[in-house]
């Protein structure tokens, strides 16, 4: 079975700084996607980015970027000039695409990031 | 754009009650998954189904069960409720050809 694992409880980071998330995961699989979920005190669950894994070239959207690297089986979140509204929880999850049946995802136990005025 | 509906968002029921949680998908969307979320927890994988067959179980108690109807919605009936119930309970939906879920607002289930 997969497994999704964010060392990080919590972090902080300043407003306008650039704050790094840790995220790694195991699996077997060789073709399977990656994502970075945002979830914000009304608990939404809201889409970062996303990472597919036969692509070598990191994702990026905006102010979030990846970093990752698939023999370490890491999957890194960095986001530049953090706004107050980045503040939420980050979970990091795991997916192993079946286009039949449609794919469940993974989970990290998540990382609560603060932004400091 | 039009988004997942979830209805209700808040319940409140007491123990041994049944409840049904009901989950609208994006228009055009063929998979439905469900993912229950404890207190301080991540999204537990319960159910999907992909064109009104259940395509993949996970964690899901034997006395919760699920379908998806001829319009693709999709409903959580959950019978002899406890206190370890109470939960946010989300729907995602997808088209099965690619792999981005999105997420409804959820439902926040109490359980008294």
């Known amino acids: 079975a997969q497994t999704v694992t964010q060392s990080q409880p919590e972090m902080s980071v300043q407003e306008a700084e650039t704050v790094t998330l840790s995220c790694t995961y195991d699996?077997?699989?060789?073709?399977?996607?990656l994502f970075w979920y945002k979830q914000p005190p009304s608990r939404q669950m809201i889409l970062v980015i996303r990472q597919e894994a036969y692509k070598q070239q990191n994702a990026t959207e905006n102010r979030f970027s990846v970093n990752f690297q698939k023999a370490a089986k890491s999957f890194s979140l960095k986001i530049s000039d953090s706004q107050l509204g980045d503040a939420a929880m980050y979970f990091c999850?795991?997916?192993?695409?079946?286009?039949?049946?449609?794919?469940?995802?993974?989970f990290g136990e998540g990382t609560q990031l603060t932004v400091n005025p | 754009a039009a988004g997942v509906i979830q209805s209700p968002r808040h319940l409140i029921k007491e123990k041994r009650e049944t409840a049904t949680l009901k989950c609208y998908p994006i228009?055009?969307?063929?998979?439905v998954y469900w993912y229950q979320q404890g207190p301080g927890q991540d999204p537990q994988f319960l159910i999907s189904?992909?064109?009104?067959?259940?395509?993949d179980k996970g964690s899901i108690p034997d006395r919760f069960s699920a379908q998806q109807f001829s319009d693709y919605h999709s409903e959580l009936n959950m019978s002899s409720l406890e206190l370890g119930d109470s939960a946010l309970y989300f729907c995602?939906?997808?088209?099965?050809?690619?792999?981005?879920?999105?997420f409804g607002p959820g439902t926040r289930l109490l359980v008294l």
């Open positions: 999850a795991y997916l192993h695409y079946q286009e039949t049946s449609g794919s469940r995802l993974t």
């Open positions: 228009p055009r969307h063929d998979t």
């Open positions: 189904f992909y064109e009104k067959m259940q395509s």
């Open positions: 699996t077997s699989e060789s073709d399977y996607y």
């Open positions: 995602a939906s997808s088209l099965v050809t690619q792999e981005t879920q999105y």
